[in-house]
């Protein structure tokens, strides 16, 4: 902790000696940080058409509560160190990117056993410019339960390994003013080591699972300004049932798997040159292999929000209605509805400060044990040259009525480019 908060004051004294902003014009509906900076960008590594970029991210980060559980409250410090590469396209008819990560992962109070993060994400569209444009991606990852597309209310108290495998394949095809877009997907979880339910111990294979998708929209573009469009979608979850072990909860046994069906029609608008919103509305349906479960019918809802309120802000928000496919086998699947806020604005050149806030409720289907969420955060990001910057992030947690528990984590990071 003495090593964290000396970091952190060395943070802020620092960011006194940064140059004052500038109020340059900036790309429209891109995030401020993700805007583009030469003056602290690094070269990269040119082989023939192919971009590398080398970099290591480092952080200390406290944790109050790992396991974001009443029941179960750990403190720690975790320090990690990850090396990446990034390797990317410069040709203009094509995007192609790749990203490989492996790092190292230590927790000081030996809360839990220190880990090996690999990952492998990479992106591929071609055709760019031309009626057809093909693309296909995938991401592979190991011990890393980060970054997952819904919400995972842990039964276990204690981290199991997750191998996580991820890929789409698909084509945008333009009509004259119409574009047709098909997608395949697949996601499967994978997970090693042990739960305890009721004092007894079970394979945590229990969770695995995989997901079989299909997308097709229709889209026509009116003019540059506004897009209007229909999609409909069709994915499959697989869920692991047990072996009907006599220790095994019977509302454990239960086979979880489902299709889900969503149809919905929205609309891409640029109001001004700073502002754009994207709203769709639509039907959702989730019907479960299991007679005893019922099926989900409700209206899926979702929309986003792009705001330069200045040429040093930016503003996105997001409001959804969606079901969560619950990996936690208590649960046939969470119907919940949300929506969040991201702010970020330019100090100075070369400071990024910003807020986070998300609030959600969520519905068990079959069951009355409700819950809400509410995340908050704020960040700071430093560039202090073109190889060193420096993040500091600060959250709150907090989850109440399903699992209800709470979790504060204080960051420092560092990401070093070669």
Not at 103 to 117: A, H, K, P
Not at 232 to 237: A, H, S
């Amino acid at each position: 902790m003495r090593t964290l908060f000396k970091a952190t004051a060395g943070l802020v004294g620092i960011a006194g000696l940064a140059t004052p902003a500038l109020a340059q014009n900036q790309p429209a509906f891109i995030p401020i940080e993700d805007r583009p900076r030469p003056e602290y960008r690094t070269e990269p590594i040119n082989v023939g058409s192919f971009e590398l970029v080398p970099l290591i991210n480092s952080q200390i980060e406290y944790v109050d509560n790992l396991f974001p559980a009443a029941a179960t409250k750990v403190e720690d410090v975790v320090v990690r160190i990850t090396p990446t590469l990034r390797i990317s396209d410069r040709r203009s008819d094509r995007q192609i990117s790749l990203n490989l990560r492996a790092g190292y992962e230590t927790y000081l109070d030996n809360s839990i056993d220190d880990r090996v993060l690999l990952n492998a994400r990479g992106n591929v569209r071609l055709g760019l410019g031309t009626a057809t444009r093909p693309f296909i991606g995938f991401n592979v990852s190991r011990n890393d339960t980060r970054g997952r597309d819904f919400g995972d209310f842990d039964e276990s108290v204690q981290p199991i390994t997750l191998t996580a495998l991820r890929g789409n394949l698909g084509v945008e095809q333009d009509v004259g003013n119409f574009t047709v877009t098909a997608e395949g997907r697949y996601s499967g979880a994978n997970f090693d080591g042990e739960i305890f339910i009721d004092d007894a111990v079970f394979d945590g294979a229990v969770r695995d699972s995989d997901q079989y998708g299909g997308r097709v929209r229709f889209a026509y573009t009116r003019d540059a300004a506004q897009t209007f469009y229909l999609e409909g979608e069709v994915t499959e979850f697989d869920f692991v049932t047990p072996d009907g072990s006599e220790d095994f909860p019977p509302n454990f046994q239960v086979d979880r798997s489902s299709t889900e069906t969503r149809l919905s029609a929205g609309f891409v608008r640029n109001l001004t040159e700073v502002l754009r919103v994207d709203v769709n509305a639509g039907y959702l349906r989730q019907s479960f292999v299991d007679p005893t479960l019922n099926s989900v019918e409700t209206i899926s809802v979702l929309g986003r929000l792009f705001w330069n309120p200045t040429r040093l802000t930016s503003v996105q928000a997001r409001a959804q209605r969606t079901v969560d496919p619950s990996i936690n086998p208590l649960f046939a699947g969470l119907l919940r509805t949300e929506g969040g806020v991201i702010v970020q604005h330019e100090l100075r050149r070369n400071i990024i400060v910003g807020v986070e806030g998300r609030a959600g409720f969520i519905e068990q289907i079959d069951g009355s044990d409700d819950g809400t969420e509410i995340a908050l955060a704020g960040t700071m990001r430093y560039f202090a040259s073109p190889r060193v910057s420096l993040r500091l992030r600060a959250e709150r947690f907090d989850r109440s009525g399903l699992f209800a528990g709470a979790q504060n984590r204080v960051s420092l990071a560092t990401r070093l480019n070669f």
